[in-house]
């Protein structure tokens, strides 16, 4: 069994955007930005987008957080949206996720303008993936092709079980491994015997939030194990949805959870707007 280290290759990542960030400002005086929209007081969202502005500083990105109350109208936050839409310093915008249940969430990311859109999130650039077209991909999926290439772990011809069929997780993960030429199953918390579709495939992706919903009985020997759950159980520790002894054993490769994709998604969104502000870039010339 060998561990895929997230966390090792998203330094590594890092260190190369770093490298990048500094070319950009040398050859054209442009500093890559991102803009986050925070609404409300969800703490896990709180930590995430303290996680990224931390790592948008690592790097030397302008970043800037809108912060808004839980109570902010959908009016406001389009304002905003189209505010940064125009403000040139900001190549990248990202609506931390889930929005309160008064806000149209997906008016809000219709909004967003497609070329600042680091999320992957707008209809124009899920479009684009399910067509294998250039775009933006979302950057928790983007983040385990990466894993996956880095371990030269090849998709293609083989059987992939995605559970878990989110528009930010398990549909694009499964466009991305279609492109890259796997059979790709995407079953979901309601699929009946899901034990029946992961003990067929040699590749499980799973992210639905469920402790323990993968377990040894339920995969073949030498599985590819990529759990992209993260909850808190009892003890308040952060878990995957893969119960790690058991299936880490039957396993070719697998994901911790924490450390395995948690730390890609960061790295993505740091590549995706470099690459926002490259195109940008070219643009300004
Ligand atoms: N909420 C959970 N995951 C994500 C993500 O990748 N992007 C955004 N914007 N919100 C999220």
């Not at 933006?136 to 983040?143: A, M, S, Y």
């Not at 079953?187 to 003990?199: F, G, M, P, Q, V």
């Amino acid at each position: 069994m060998q561990l895929l280290d997230g966390k090792a290759l998203s330094k590594k990542i890092e260190i190369q955007v770093k490298d990048e960030v500094e070319k950009l400002k040398e050859s054209c005086g442009c500093t890559p930005g991102l803009a986050v929209v925070l609404v409300g007081q969800d703490p896990a969202s709180a930590t995430y987008v303290n996680m990224k502005k931390k790592a948008c500083d690592r790097v030397g990105f302008y970043s800037i957080t809108h912060d808004m109350p839980e109570s902010i109208s959908q009016e406001a936050i389009e304002k905003t949206i189209m505010m940064l839409n125009n403000d040139t310093n900001v190549d990248g915008i990202l609506i931390q996720l889930p929005l309160p249940s008064h806000i149209d969430t997906t008016k809000l990311l219709e909004l967003v303008d497609p070329a600042k859109d680091v999320d992957g999130f707008h209809p124009f650039n899920v479009g684009r993936l399910t067509t294998g077209l250039d775009g933006f991909v979302p950057c928790t999926p983007l983040g385990v092709m990466e894993l996956l290439n880095e371990y030269d772990i090849d998709v293609k011809g083989k059987n992939c079980c995605v559970v878990g069929a989110s528009n930010i997780v398990g549909k694009p993960m499964a466009s991305l491994l279609l492109n890259a030429g796997a059979t790709v199953e995407i079953c979901h918390i309601e699929t009946d015997h899901l034990k029946k579709h992961t003990l067929q495939a040699d590749i499980v992706l799973v992210g639905v939030g469920v402790i323990n919903l993968i377990t040894e009985d339920m995969v073949k020997d030498d599985i590819v194990i990529i759990d992209i759950g993260v909850s808190r159980n009892k003890e308040g520790k952060l878990v995957g949805d893969v119960d790690f002894d058991s299936v880490s054993k039957k396993s070719s490769f697998i994901t911790p959870s924490p450390g395995g994709v948690g730390p890609m998604t960061i790295a993505m969104l740091l590549k995706n707007t470099l690459k926002a502000a490259k195109i940008n870039a070219q643009e300004k010339k």
